[in-house]
């Protein structure tokens, strides 16, 4: 059984950053095609980015047109890690931060935004912009 940590979540001021990160356990995690989403109470969640495995330790990243320039996925496999650094932060970032995870192969770039298809999910962080 996978589990997913995340960490880094905070209160920032507009025009601030955070890095976010995400510890996996529980099996060989540089196979996994990872993500991030985020959720407002009452609203749909959202995808942010993801990193798909094309083959060997190289991954292919995808980002939702409203980050895209301001956040950027990475991943440490030695230490079952994946992050997000956002930049710019706005009062609209604020949410609840999830990362998820795959092992099954099925994530590609076309099909990474969507949440249904990930196995593993992180229990959230979250993070606050202040205007």
């Known amino acids: 059984q996978v589990q997913l940590v995340e960490s880094g979540g905070g209160l920032v001021q507009a025009g601030g950053s955070l890095s976010l990160s995400c510890v996996a356990s529980?099996?060989?995690?540089?196979?996994?095609?990872t993500a991030w989403f985020r959720q407002v109470p009452g609203k749909e969640r959202e995808f942010l980015a993801a990193?798909?495995?094309?083959?060997?330790?190289?991954?292919?990243?995808n980002y939702a047109d409203s980050v895209k320039g301001r956040f950027t996925v990475s991943r440490h496999n030695a230490k079952n890690t994946v992050y997000l650094e956002m930049i710019d932060l706005q009062p609209q970032d604020t949410a609840d931060y999830y990362c998820a995870a795959d092992s099954r192969g099925i994530i590609t770039r076309d099909n990474s935004a969507n949440q249904a298809l990930y196995e593993y999910w992180g229990q959230g962080t979250q993070v606050t912009v202040s205007s």
């Open positions: 529980g099996s060989t995690f540089s196979r996994f095609a």
């Open positions: 990193q798909i495995r094309v083959g060997g330790n190289v991954y292919s990243a």
